[in-house]
């Protein structure tokens, strides 16, 4: 069992940055796929990007490659979400997840853990 904690988000404008955090305790994330989802209101949550643990390999949605960075903090047991760039559109609850496939899921049923959620609201 790993239990997920994020941290930051918040209020933002068009072209700014933010930097989501999502720390595991109980267990590291060494075996683990970690990903990002958002969900806008009324929408589906869908997938952002996602970082394997064991190698480093990232995925990113189309709509966030090369405006967001995911990465890992191996000695805090960390997982960021880099968000450059901010547009309107990325306003979301945004939320970790963590998964024991090796592959890199874009669907929320690839992932087995959740953390709690944060909201990012991009204003123009």
């Known amino acids: 069992q790993v239990q997920l904690v994020q941290s930051g988000g918040g209020l933002v404008q068009v072209g700014g940055s933010l930097r989501l955090s999502c720390a595991a305790s109980?267990?590291?994330?060494?075996?683990?796929?970690v990903g990002w989802f958002r969900q806008a209101p009324g929408k589906e949550r869908e997938f952002v990007a996602a970082i394997r643990w064991s190698d480093g390999i990232t995925y990113y949605a189309d709509s966030v490659k090369g405006r967001f960075t995911i990465s890992r903090d191996n000695a805090k047991n960390t997982v960021y979400l880099q968000m450059n760039s901010l547009k309107p559109e990325d306003t979301a609850a945004y939320y970790c997840?963590?998964?024991?496939?090796?592959?890199?899921?874009?669907?929320?049923?690839?992932?087995?853990?959740w953390g709690q959620g944060t909201q990012v609201t991009v204003s123009s």
């Open positions: 997840a963590a998964g024991t496939n090796y592959r890199l899921g874009i669907v929320p049923h690839d992932y087995n853990y």
């Open positions: 109980g267990r590291t994330f060494s075996r683990y796929v």
